[in-house]
T-cell receptor, first 107, second 112 residues
Framework: KNEVEQSPQNLTAQEGEFITINCSYS?????LHWLQQHPGGGIVSLFM???GKKKHGRLIATINIQEKHSSLHITASHPRDSAVYIC?????????FGAGTTVTVRA | GAGVSQSPSNKVTEKGKDVELRCDPI?????LYWYRQSLGQGLEFLIY????????KSGLPSDRFSAERTGGSVSTLTIQRTQQEDSAVYLC??????????FGPGTRLTVT
C-alpha cells in the first residue's frame, strides 16, 4: 500500500465549478506539499503546510494532522487549472509522492 | 532569479550506452534532490545531497545509477549500461536546507 493515497485519480469539471482533491497518508510527516504539473511542463510547488490552512488566489489547502488527511480546493475553476496535482509528504528531507490527480476543466 | 536548470532537456540513447544528466541548482541552495517519473507512474526519490554530508542514495534503483555533486553546486546523475526500463523523466530539485523544494524542468530520457 502506497504511503500517500490521492483521490480522485481523474477529475473533469466545468469552468467555474469548485474542485476538491483529497490526500491521505499513513506515515508521520514534517510537512505536506501540493505540487502542480502541467502537460509537458515542469513541477511547481503550490503549497507547503504542516498545519491548518493556506490560501493563494483561488487555491486553498488544508491539513488535518490527527486524521492524516489534506485537501486541495480550487474555487471558480478555469481551463488553465487543467494539470496534474500531486500530493507529497515530507519526512525529514525525503518526499513520498501520491500518484497524482489529473484535473481537466472544460470551458 | 534563475531557477533550477537541467540539461539536456531530451536525451535519446541506445540500450547499453552510458548517459549523464546535469542539474544546476538555485544558487545558495544547500540541498539537491534527484527524482524519476516513469510513464504512468508517480514520482520516486532517487538521491539527496545536503551540504558536505554523505548523500542519501537509498532510492537509486540499481548500481548502474550514480550521482555526484561537485563543489556543493552542480550535480550529475550517471546511468551506465542503460536499459529500456530507465526511460523516464529525471527531475532535479533544490532547496535551502529542508525548506520548500524548487523543481527543474526535467530531462526526458528515452532508451531505444
Amino acid at each position: 500500500k502506497n504511503e500517500v493515497e490521492q483521490s480522485p485519480q481523474n477529475l473533469t469539471a466545468q469552468e467555474g465549478e469548485f474542485i476538491t482533491i483529497n490526500c491521505s497518508y499513513s506515515v508521520g510527516i514534517s510537512a505536506l506539499h501540493w505540487l502542480q504539473q502541467h502537460p509537458g511542463g515542469g513541477i511547481v510547488s503550490l503549497f507547503m503546510l504542516s498545519s491548518g490552512k493556506k490560501k493563494h488566489g483561488r487555491l486553498i489547502a488544508t491539513i488535518n494532522i490527527q486524521e492524516k488527511h489534506s485537501s486541495l480546493h480550487i474555487t471558480a475553476s478555469h481551463p488553465r487549472d487543467s494539470a496534474v496535482y500531486i500530493c507529497a509528504v515530507r519526512n525529514d528531507y525525503k518526499l513520498s509522492f501520491g500518484a497524482g490527480t489529473t484535473v481537466t476543466v472544460r470551458a | 532569479g534563475a531557477g533550477v536548470s537541467q540539461s539536456p532537456s531530451n536525451k535519446v540513447t541506445e540500450k547499453g550506452k552510458d548517459v549523464e544528466l546535469r542539474c544546476d541548482p538555485i544558487s545558495g541552495h544547500t540541498a539537491l534532490y534527484w527524482y524519476r517519473q516513469s510513464l504512468g507512474q508517480g514520482l520516486e526519490f532517487l538521491i539527496y545531497f545536503q551540504g558536505n554530508s554523505a548523500p542519501d542514495k537509498s532510492g537509486l534503483p540499481s548500481d548502474r545509477f550514480s550521482a555526484e555533486r561537485t563543489g556543493g553546486s552542480v550535480s550529475t546523475l550517471t546511468i551506465q549500461r542503460t536499459q529500456q526500463e530507465d526511460s523516464a523523466v529525471y527531475l532535479c530539485a533544490s532547496s535551502f536546507v529542508s525548506y520548500e523544494q524548487y523543481f527543474g524542468p526535467g530531462t526526458r530520457l528515452t532508451v531505444t
